[in-house]
């Protein structure tokens, strides 16, 4: 009896599949609709790089999701610039603004200009009536890859089944083979939306040669396609979380630093079972976390009463705690159970706004001296171990090959403090220093003196 | 007809048996070193073994040499007479910021075998002139007692030595001498003389790939550091946390006289110059009422010897001028410390370890010299099997802070005679992870 079931399934699975599959160039052509690749062109001091990205549209006026990784955090919004929109398999692409990135997705949102709505549907049509549902294991799924600029990124079918579904933390499914581009669209066999395109993952390969005939391991990362996705329950509700600003902000910041994971046998250890939990390295000077009483070497065991779950890696318990943090606003509270020492204790906390961030740090490039110097902000106090209430001097941002700051020695990362002796107050009073200095042309020489690490350096940069 | 000036210059001069007596008697007290060292690398103990050469200084078996040749981790010395008989030596003392050692013969065992040896003179490094012919004696690639000629190149280099000895530090307090006299590895702890055959320097270092350029510690400096050495055993040097940096052309932005002052560039944290409120930018003018000329980099080794020299813990007085004005300080000297700790290594758990010195804190911006850090991990031991790595730092030991190594070793040696899981609070840059080690 228990034969005759399983052969009976595998039967309807099969006449299933086939049926599905006929179907396939038809659900196609709908679905590609809601798929663009996004261009745009990083512009410093000394270039323009243009970077492509897939992304996903998600709603009717034509706003575009991209995975966080499409754009590298290091880059201010200020530098982006000439976002453009391109339909699959046409050269010709339409201008696009960026709008930011959302802390909780860490998704980049893109909106498509007015002109190209009409060739747009969302993939929102493509849901499943009904409750939310998370694909089963070994079932069908589709979606949608993207090929190169030179070839008008002209749209192809990737196929695979679920292998795995993991949390991590999000639900992520892994299929058995590449199944979407990154940040590009997976559908099931009746067409409807199961999730969006993750990063991919790396895959480890034995790679022989003529000297190394043992082979060595090397890790592949495939760029283009993915075979993990965000399963589509991760998706839906965030759709909306479009950021009021290119930073994300107001940004929710408890400034508790360098979580760490507690594992299974430390757990053991601490005779916490079970429990999972994450080590807090530091807890950053003026931040909520400090207010609340929360000290460096805590362990935080739960939030709002509810334990931390466990994940398989641990560090995913990590993201875990960030995600729980982004998703709230400045002003909501978030009460931690702590573990310090032997004692259990718990701590109310309430969120504030995340203090500057280096990507809003104010810029001015100073061509003659050679380099671009940056607003000093709460992070750069933090990474120096220096005072945060007091944020003074301004960090050397680029510094131009063979540039007089250059030959006088002045590195990226350097902390000016003094210019020609003067201790620097504000990035607005270097500024105008650095400005006068720059249009004085009988002007030969200027010292500055930099913090670098534990050491400082008197520099004196010539000037031609 | 070009053949012809050589066939002239190998006939000129009376065929001579050596070139003076006190050359012969210097050759006959240079020795070959060999050195075995106990090493701790990836977690594991390891026997090295490496050449040097040096030079007897006395009757009474006194070796001078590099302290990359011989240095406290050494286990076993052996030297090798001029006579090529081979004889058992010690570590008298080291001092690794100017790179010296002293080992002593086992003069029981050369006496039973009545082996014999003469021993070098010290000449004037101060009198060198640039051009004058010197020779290196040694043992380049463990060739045994080979000459090599040269003439002194720089008789005042200054020479920023970024190696150090074995992670140690080596310190500005001399300049060099630079000899064109071939060099090589091996050579290293060998004597540079003139032709009389007197000791002028210690050669110590060559650019490896270039043309000749050697460098050798003076016996100027050598000197000094053999009374030490033979004293106590150690070099004392005093410590005021400044690192100078030559005025060249900066007078006129700090408005100083030219051939006046040393600019401070950096000062270091909780240093005897930070407590007394010197600052990078500072310019010394004098110090305990001795005028200061810090212009050029070659000016900056003998103030720092200046200052070295100081008894640790006396009083120096300080004249500096900050913006416009003049400013005098007096600050207690500290003693020069090293930022190696001591090291020791693990069998049970496979993890090499030094103790955190207050130099390394300093460096790295760590709040306090609590702890050990791991200097390698043995592959499938425990330490490796639960994560930890070469760079971390052990601050803690089920729940109990690391001030020193003995704590360590105390619960490495429990855990070796009952095994049990151990918990670590490990630092990884700034993360604080938590770790159990476990049989």
Same mark, same amino acid.
């Given at each position: 009896?228990?034969?005759?079931?399983?052969?009976?399934?595998?039967?309807?699975?099969?006449?299933?599949?086939?049926?599905?599959?006929?179907?396939?160039?038809?659900?196609?052509?709908?679905?590609?609709?809601?798929?663009?690749?996004?261009?745009?062109?990083?512009?410093?001091?000394?270039?323009?790089?243009?970077?492509?990205?897939?992304?996903?549209?998600?709603?009717?006026?034509?706003?575009?999701?991209?995975?966080?990784?499409?754009?590298?955090?290091?880059?201010?919004?200020?530098?982006?610039?000439?976002?453009?929109?391109?339909?699959?398999?046409?050269?010709?692409?339409?201008?696009?603004?960026?709008?930011?990135?959302?802390a909780?997705?860490?998704?980049?949102? =893109?909106?498509?200009?007015?002109?190209?709505?009409?060739?747009? $549907? %969302?993939?929102? *049509? +493509?849901? !499943? @009536?009904?409750?939310?549902?998370?694909?089963?294991?070994?079932?069908?799924?589709?979606?949608?890859?993207?090929?190169?600029?030179?070839?008008?990124?002209?749209?192809?079918?990737?196929?695979?089944?679920?292998?795995?579904?993991?949390s991590l933390p999000q639900?992520?499914?892994?299929?058995?083979?590449?199944?979407?581009?990154?940040?590009?669209?997976?559908?099931?066999?009746?067409?409807?939306?199961?999730?969006?395109?993750?990063?991919?993952?790396?895959?480890?390969?034995?790679?022989?040669?003529?000297?190394?005939?043992?082979?060595?391991?090397?890790?592949?990362?495939?760029?283009?396609?993915?075979?993990?996705?965000? =399963?589509?329950?991760?998706?839906?509700?965030?759709?909306?979380? $479009? %950021?009021?600003? *290119? +930073?994300? !902000? @107001?940004?929710a910041w408890l400034g508790a630093y360098g979580l760490e994971p507690m594992d299974r046998e430390v757990a053991a250890f601490l005779k916490l079972q079970s429990q999972s939990g994450a080590v807090v390295s530091e807890v950053l000077e003026g931040s909520p976390a400090e207010k609340a009483g929360l000290k460096a070497r805590d362990i935080i065991l739960g939030v709002d009463g509810k334990p931390l779950p466990r994940f398989r890696p641990d560090r995913v318990v990590v993201d875990y705690v960030e995600r729980l943090i982004a998703e709230r606003?400045?002003?909501?509270t978030m009460t931690l159970s702590i573990l310090r020492g032997s004692d259990r204790m718990e701590l109310r906390t309430v969120l504030e706004?995340e203090?500057?961030?280096?990507?809003?740090?104010?810029?001015?490039?100073?061509?003659?001296?050679?380099?671009?110097?940056?607003?000093?902000?709460?992070g750069?106090?933090i990474a120096?171990h220096?005072?945060t209430?007091?944020?003074?001097?301004?960090?050397?941002?680029?510094?131009?090959?063979?540039?007089?700051?250059?030959?006088?020695?002045?590195?990226?990362?350097?902390?000016?403090?003094?210019?020609?002796?003067?201790?620097?107050?504000?990035?607005?009073?270097?500024?105008?220093?650095?400005?006068?200095?720059?249009?004085?042309?009988?002007?030969?020489?200027?010292?500055?003196?930099?913090?670098?690490?534990?050491?400082?350096?008197?520099?004196?940069?010539?000037?031609? | 007809?070009?053949?012809?000036?050589?066939?002239?210059?190998?006939?000129?001069?009376?065929?001579?048996?050596?070139?003076?007596?006190?050359?012969?008697?210097?050759?006959?007290?240079?020795?070959?070193?060999?050195?075995?060292?106990?090493?701790?690398?990836?977690?594991?103990?390891?026997?090295?073994?490496?050449?040097?050469?040096?030079?007897?200084?006395?009757?009474?078996?006194?070796?001078?040499?590099?302290?990359?040749?011989?240095?406290?981790?050494?286990?076993?010395?052996?030297?090798?007479?001029?006579?090529?008989?081979?004889?058992?030596?010690?570590?008298?003392?080291?001092?690794?910021?100017?790179?010296?050692?002293?080992?002593?013969?086992?003069?029981?065992?050369?006496?039973?075998?009545?082996?014999?040896?003469?021993?070098?003179?010290?000449?004037?490094?101060?009198?060198?002139?640039?051009?004058?012919?010197?020779?290196?004696?040694?043992?380049?690639?463990?060739?045994?007692?080979?000459?090599?000629?040269?003439?002194?190149?720089?008789?005042?280099?200054?020479?920023?030595?970024?190696?150090?000895?074995?992670?140690?530090?080596?310190?500005?307090?001399?300049?060099?001498?630079?000899?064109?006299?071939?060099?090589?590895?091996?050579?290293?702890?060998?004597?540079?003389?003139?032709?009389?055959?007197?000791?002028?320097?210690?050669?110590?270092?060559?650019?490896?790939?270039?043309?000749?350029?050697?460098?050798?510690?003076?016996?100027?400096?050598?000197?000094?550091?053999?009374?030490?050495?033979?004293?106590?055993?150690?070099?004392?040097?005093?410590?005021?946390?400044?690192?100078?940096?030559?005025?060249?052309?900066?007078?006129?932005?700090?408005?100083?006289?030219?051939?006046?002052?040393?600019?401070?560039?950096?000062?270091?944290?909780?240093?005897?110059?930070?407590?007394?409120?010197?600052?990078?930018?500072?310019?010394?003018?004098?110090?305990?009422?001795?005028?200061?000329?810090?212009?050029?980099?070659?000016?900056?080794?003998?103030?720092?010897?200046?200052?070295?020299?100081?008894?640790?813990?006396?009083?120096?007085?300080?004249?500096?001028?900050?913006?416009?004005?003049?400013?005098?300080?007096?600050?207690?000297?500290?003693?020069?410390?090293?930022?190696?700790?001591?090291?020791?290594?693990?069998?049970?758990w496979?993890i090499?370890l030094?103790?955190v010195?207050?130099?390394?804190a300093?460096?790295n911006q760590l709040t306090d010299d609590t702890g050990v850090l791991v200097?390698?991990v043995?592959?499938?031991?425990p330490a490796e099997v639960a994560g930890l790595a070469r760079g971390d730092i052990i601050t803690k030991i089920n729940q109990n802070p690391v001030g020193?190594?003995?704590v360590v070793?105390?619960v490495?040696?429990?855990?070796?005679?009952?095994?049990a899981a151990t918990l670590f609070e490990v630092q990884r840059e700034r993360r604080v992870s938590l770790v159990v080690l476990k049989?």
């Open positions: 009896m228990t034969r005759l079931a399983l052969f009976l399934a595998a039967a309807a699975c099969l006449t299933g599949s086939r049926a599905r599959a006929a179907d396939l160039p038809a659900l196609w052509t709908d679905r590609v609709k809601c798929t663009v690749a996004v261009e745009y062109v990083t512009q410093t001091e000394l270039e323009r790089r243009p970077t492509i990205a897939y992304g996903t549209v998600v709603d009717s006026a034509g706003t575009i999701i991209l995975p966080s990784a499409s754009i590298d955090l290091r880059v201010s919004p200020k530098q982006m610039r000439d976002f453009k929109v391109y339909l699959p398999g046409d050269p010709e692409g339409s201008p696009a603004d960026y709008l930011g990135r959302d909780f997705t860490g998704w980049h949102f =893109v909106r498509a200009s007015p002109s190209i709505l009409g060739r747009l $549907v %969302p993939v929102t *049509a +493509f849901v !499943r @009536p009904g409750p939310t549902r998370e694909p089963e294991l070994a079932a069908l799924v589709w979606g949608i890859g993207l090929r190169n600029k030179d070839e008008d990124f002209t749209p192809y079918i990737l196929q695979s089944h679920i292998a795995l579904i993991q639900r992520t499914a892994i299929a058995q083979q590449e199944v979407s581009g990154p940040g590009l669209p997976v559908f099931d066999g009746d067409g409807y939306f199961v999730g969006i395109g993750a990063s991919s993952f790396g895959q480890t390969f034995l790679e022989f040669s003529g000297s190394d005939r043992g082979g060595s391991p090397i890790m592949l990362v495939n760029l283009e396609e993915s075979s993990a996705f965000l =399963v589509s329950g991760e998706v839906l509700p965030y759709i909306g979380r $479009v %950021p009021h600003n *290119a +930073f994300g !902000r @107001p940004l606003v400045p002003g909501d706004d203090p500057r961030m280096v990507r809003e740090a104010d810029r001015t490039y100073f061509e003659r001296i050679g380099f671009t110097a940056r607003e000093f902000v709460y750069d106090a120096r220096a005072r209430d007091a944020l003074t001097g301004v960090v050397a941002h680029l510094v131009k090959p063979n540039s007089p700051a250059d030959l006088a020695g002045l590195r990226p990362d350097d902390w000016i403090k003094e210019i020609d002796g003067d201790e620097v107050q504000d990035f607005a009073s270097a500024v105008e220093k650095l400005s006068a200095i720059e249009q004085d042309s009988h002007r030969t020489e200027t010292v500055f003196l930099v913090s670098r690490g534990s050491d400082t350096a008197v520099l004196r940069i010539k000037l031609r | 007809m070009a053949a012809l000036p050589l066939y002239f210059a190998a006939g000129i001069g009376p065929a001579r048996a050596s070139m003076s007596g006190g050359f012969d008697r210097l050759l006959d007290s240079v020795v070959r070193i060999d050195v075995s060292e106990l090493n701790i690398e990836e977690g594991a103990r390891r026997i090295d073994a490496s050449i040097g050469s040096g030079v007897i200084l006395s009757q009474d078996g006194l070796i001078l040499t590099n302290a990359h040749v011989a240095g406290p981790k050494a286990v076993e010395i052996n030297v090798t007479l001029s006579n090529l008989e081979r004889v058992g030596a010690r570590l008298i003392g080291w001092d690794h910021w100017t790179d010296l050692s002293l080992l002593r013969i086992n003069l029981d065992d050369a006496k039973r075998r009545g082996l014999t040896f003469k021993h070098a003179e010290f000449g004037d490094s101060d009198k060198l002139y640039v051009g004058e012919t010197v020779y290196a004696v040694g043992t380049p690639h463990g060739l045994t007692r080979t000459v090599t000629r040269g003439i002194i190149s720089n008789n005042n280099r200054y020479f920023e030595d970024t190696e150090g000895v074995d992670g140690y530090e080596t310190g500005n307090f001399n300049t060099w001498l630079q000899t064109d006299a071939a060099i090589n590895p091996g050579n290293s702890g060998g004597p540079l003389v003139t032709e009389d055959g007197r000791v002028v320097g210690i050669t110590s270092r060559a650019y490896l790939g270039a043309n000749n350029l050697g460098f050798a510690i003076p016996s100027s400096t050598a000197k000094k550091v053999v009374v030490g050495l033979v004293h106590d055993g150690s070099i004392t040097r005093s410590y005021i946390g400044i690192e100078p940096k030559a005025l060249q052309d900066l007078e006129g932005f700090y408005d100083v006289a030219t051939n006046t002052g040393m600019l401070i560039e950096s000062v270091e944290s909780d240093s005897p110059a930070a407590t007394a409120g010197l600052r990078a930018g500072d310019v010394i003018l004098s110090i305990d009422g001795k005028k200061i000329d810090g212009r050029f980099p070659e000016q900056l080794p003998p103030i720092q010897n200046l200052v070295a020299s100081e008894p640790v813990g006396s009083p120096m007085v300080l004249t500096y001028k900050r913006a416009a004005r003049e400013e005098t300080v007096t600050l207690v000297t500290a003693k020069l410390e090293s930022r190696m700790g001591e090291e020791w290594v693990s069998d049970t496979g090499g030094r103790k010195s207050r130099a390394y300093r460096e200097i390698g043995q592959s499938g031991f020193s190594l003995d070793k105390a490495d040696a429990a855990y070796a005679a009952k095994p049989p």
